[in-house]
């Protein structure tokens, strides 16, 4: 009985592995989300572009650091709560409006690129966000597919997000 539960259980594994494969040979996934802020396009671009900051609203970032470069590239290396390290490249920039960040880590098995896109709606702004991440190895694609989603760091953003623009309508604080 155990014999045939494990085999059941190999073979189910195999094929979903495979479709995996099938349906995403590159190992690239895209995820998009739409969320509305009650605050106004600068306010929320301030936020997302204050990366010094990050740490104080960001859970599991404790620090952030500019890194210098001879090309004056705008390069901020992110450290989260278990030493990890990953350095993020900012650019296509229109104030207000739009930012793509991409990981810049080459040794990386996963690079994510995440665009920011903000527009006016009346009195709130609306985010678009889309993460495209690509996984250049095999089993890392099975782990990131099958365990973590490929949004698990786009919804906690979101929602530390959304906390600290709560947070500072209601003190009326960090807007400018």
Not at 100 to 121: A, C, D, G, W
């Amino acid at each position: 009985m155990v014999l045939i539960i494990v085999t059941i259980f190999f073979i189910s594994f195999v094929t979903f592995g495979i479709l995996i494969l099938k349906q995403n040979y590159q190992g690239t996934y895209k995820y998009t989300t739409t969320e509305q802020f009650n605050v106004t396009c600068e306010q929320l671009w301030n936020a997302i572009t204050d990366y010094e900051k990050q740490p104080l609203w960001r859970e599991g970032l404790i620090r952030t650091e500019k890194v210098i470069t001879s090309k004056s590239r705008d390069i901020w290396k992110e450290t989260d709560v278990n030493g990890q390290q990953i350095e993020w490249e900012s650019f296509a920039l229109v104030r207000n409006r739009k930012l793509v960040r991409k990981t810049i880590n080459q040794t990386m098995p996963i690079i994510s690129t995440h665009t920011f896109e903000l527009k006016p709606y009346g009195e709130i702004s609306l985010l678009t966000l889309t993460e495209e991440t690509e996984i250049n190895k095999l089993m890392f694609r099975l782990i990131k597919y099958s365990f973590s989603g490929a949004t698990s760091e786009l919804v906690q953003f979101i929602k530390d997000l959304k906390t600290k623009v709560n947070n500072d309508i209601v003190n009326r604080t960090n807007i400018t």
